[in-house]
């Protein structure tokens, strides 16, 4: 972007000394723009797929880049590659942790949670002492500064998807991270090793901020590592689709929610899961908040823009992953008659809506 060509020195004059002194004019343009708009983007499983399990032949865990000890390819939106992030505020990736490994403790004031994709039924996420086991499309929750390591004891990979507010935690300057190894207790004594013990079995959460609960002063927590087991998601999915309860947007429409103060998944991150049933085409609408999309199962096309910016249609199968930017128009379509498709997401929501910034419009 160059200057608007004014013809007078002495604005030139102007310019170069505001700009020694680190000063810009409102009327100047900028020189790069770190705001274009976001472009919907859809990630077909099968790449994704395969460039993680050739990650997991040439990277090894904590062998590159030693800060992070993770195997994950990150989904990259085209319109911001340089910031290697998703949508301005999210990011989504894969990770693996093949038979035997683990992915040592560590804590962040990033949020993150974990959707699964493959386990057998032994892998786990160990959030803050407790053994959250990871079963296909259960979502477990690692809030702000927990302690978390994900162990793989099985003989099969572990694959799931991560969700982070790292991008948003990076505008707010409040990027924090600390290893386990190099952390203390109480005491002072430096905890020392690569994972925390297990405290707590599985379920432990589920069970003490469960409907029947112990009054101890836990009722406010919005940052409360829990895990959302699939069978239970899909049998209220099921359940009201036959009962025909349908949002005209979204279909059959679940939110994750807090058990505790009822509201969203966590502060930065709203995590819901949607069901369309054969033949579905739900109407248009838009938000202020922007969506990362998981196929969980079935096939279809979600149009995003209306007719005026171009509508783009993403066609989408099992376990594709797609992002739709805010304020963009969107409609889904279930391309099967027979079968229904089942799409997780993960949104900003819960942020906009703390700052007054949620708005939303129906076709
Ligand atoms: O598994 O703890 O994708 O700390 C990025 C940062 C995963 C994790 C990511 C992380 C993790
Ligand atoms: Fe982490």
Not at 43 to 58: A, K
């Amino acid at each position: 972007m160059s200057e608007p060509a004014v013809d007078d020195p002495r604005v030139d004059a102007l310019h170069e000394r505001m700009a020694e002194h680190s000063l810009g004019g409102h009327w100047q343009k900028k020189r790069r723009d770190p705001n274009p708009k976001l472009v919907p983007h859809l990630w077909p499983w099968e790449t994704v797929y395969s460039c993680l399990l050739e990650s997991g032949e040439v990277i090894k865990l904590g062998g590159i880049n030693d800060a992070a000890k993770r195997r994950t390819v990150n989904l990259v939106n085209p319109s911001i590659p340089d910031l290697k992030a998703t949508s301005r505020t999210l990011q989504m990736s894969v990770q693996l942790v093949k038979p035997g490994e683990m992915a040592e403790c560590h804590r962040h004031t990033a949020g993150a949670l974990r959707f699964v994709v493959e386990g057998e039924g032994t892998g786990y996420t160990n959030v803050n002492g407790e053994q959250m086991i990871m079963e296909p499309n259960d979502l477990v929750l690692t809030p702000n500064w927990t302690w978390h390591d994900h162990q793989n004891p099985g003989a099969t990979p572990l694959v799931w998807l991560d969700v982070l507010d790292i991008h948003l935690i990076g505008h707010l300057d409040i990027n924090i991270h600390e290893n386990y190894q190099d952390a203390r207790d109480g005491q002072g004594n430096y905890f020392g090793n690569a994972s925390q013990p297990v405290l707590y079995p599985d379920g432990f959460c589920r069970q003490r901020f469960g409907p029947i609960r112990p009054r101890n002063g836990a009722e406010d927590n919005r940052f409360l590592p829990y895990t959302y087991k699939w069978a239970e998601a899909r049998a209220a999915l099921d359940a009201m689709a036959e009962a025909g309860e349908r949002d005209p947007h979204d279909g059959v429409l679940l939110d994750y929610v807090n058990p505790l103060t009822g509201g969203a998944t966590m502060p930065t991150i709203h995590c819901r899961v949607q069901l369309l049933p054969p033949g579905e085409e739900t109407r248009p609408h838009r938000h202020s908040s922007s969506t990362i999309y998981h196929v969980v199962e079935g096939e279809g096309v979600t149009t995003v823009g209306g007719e005026s910016s171009g509508g783009n249609d993403m066609a989408w199968t099992k376990r594709d992953c797609f992002f739709v930017p805010s304020m963009d128009w969107h409609a889904h379509r279930n391309a099967s008659k027979s079968e229904p498709a089942i799409l997780f997401s993960v949104s900003d929501r819960p942020v906009l809506e703390s700052l007054g910034l949620y708005r939303e419009e129906h076709a």
